[in-house]
């Protein structure tokens, strides 16, 4: 799958993960986390804050610029839309591009938390979770007096897609596994795989990896004023037909860059990992899984799968454990 190559963290690391696949009652942080940046589609400026939280609060929203009761907790049945990134909704309130934090809340056992965020959007950050592990990890978690809360099943779960063959089966298992496959019928990225177990590093071996597109995705989405926070400082470019100069001026001027290059069939970017798109997809993966409401305890396995497909087997899910 490719050697790990760029992402150690150099901060004094207090989450040990094989500590986190033996925890056996929740935990909330230690302090609260601040984040600024924009929203990937909204290009908005955006504030959000990460605050200890009580047991059996698990992952809540807190709408601050509409007020202290627009909550939105982390479920699936809240989800809204799955178009490009994963949104929740409550009455007024919603909040996108959840994913990403959800993936790092979940890779690093944190239960309990409340997000206090000024705008509709997450901001994007660098297009992966590694702020947010590198943020947390120095200080460790504050564990709780309550038992952590698995999501078990007792049959297999599973969606298709007979059009493109997109599939996501959960399957009962007495530990979690989680195994996706990606192909875009790609020259540049070819099929990828990539895993996710007890014996997985989160941290380093999938928090680092980020968001990605096609340029010719991004030359459509600029035409039609859309991703107006995304550049290449938070996403991986693929280029995967032949480009002019025209085009690449063109897009290096949407985004506010000077002229970029194309390397390797990516645009001005070296990869963490060979299959870093994989690894990529699985950490979304992670994150919109979260929406059953806890950690699962099941064998995952993902063919083509993205937002949509992710949360709708996570809504079965939450269906049956009612």
């Known amino acids: 799958e490719g050697a790990y190559r760029a992402y150690v963290t150099d901060e004094k690391t207090n989450i040990d993960q094989k500590d986190i696949q033996k925890m056996k009652k929740q935990n909330t942080l230690k302090r609260e986390y601040a984040f600024s940046g924009k ?86 950050l660098d297009g992966s979770a590694k702020p947010y592990v590198e943020a947390i990890t120095p200080d460790g978690l504050a564990e709780q007096d309550a038992p952590r809360h698995y999501v078990t099943l007792k049959e ?12 996501l089966r959960i399957e009962p298992a007495d530990t979690f596994s989680y195994d996706i496959t990606i192909d875009f019928n790609s020259r540049v990225l070819g099929v990828q795989s990539a895993r996710f177990d007890a014996g997985t590093d989160y941290i380093r071996e999938i928090s680092a990896c980020r968001t990605f597109c096609f340029f010719h995705e991004v030359e459509y989405l600029l035409a039609n004023n859309l991703i107006k926070g995304g550049d290449v400082d938070n996403a991986l470019v693929i280029v995967e037909h032949p480009i002019t100069v025209e085009q690449l001026k063109n897009v290096c001027s949407h985004i506010g860059k000077p002229e970029l290059k194309v390397k390797d069939g990516y645009l001005n970017e070296s990869l963490h990992f060979d299959n870093e798109c994989a690894r990529h997809k699985l950490l979304d993966l992670i994150g919109d899984l979260r929406l059953t409401g806890g950690f699962l305890q099941a064998k995952v396995t993902a063919y083509k799968s993205g937002h949509t497909i992710n949360t709708a087997v996570a809504k079965m899910v939450r269906e049956k454990i009612k």
């Not at 297999?156 to 599939?167: D, L, R």
């Open 39 to 124: 929203g990937l589609h909204s290009g908005r400026p955006v504030t959000m804050t990460l605050k200890p939280a009580p047991v059996n609060t698990g992952i809540r929203f807190v709408r601050t610029d509409i007020g202290p009761d627009a909550t939105i907790d982390a479920l699936a049945e809240n989800v809204s839309s799955t178009a490009r990134s994963t949104t929740i909704s409550s009455g007024e309130a919603t909040v996108g591009t959840i994913e990403h934090l959800l993936s790092a809340l979940t890779g690093l056992g944190v239960d309990n938390v409340l997000v206090d965020i000024d705008s509709a959007e997450v901001p994007i």
């Open 156 to 167: 297999t779960v599973e969606y298709k897609n007979p059009e493109t063959g997109a599939f």
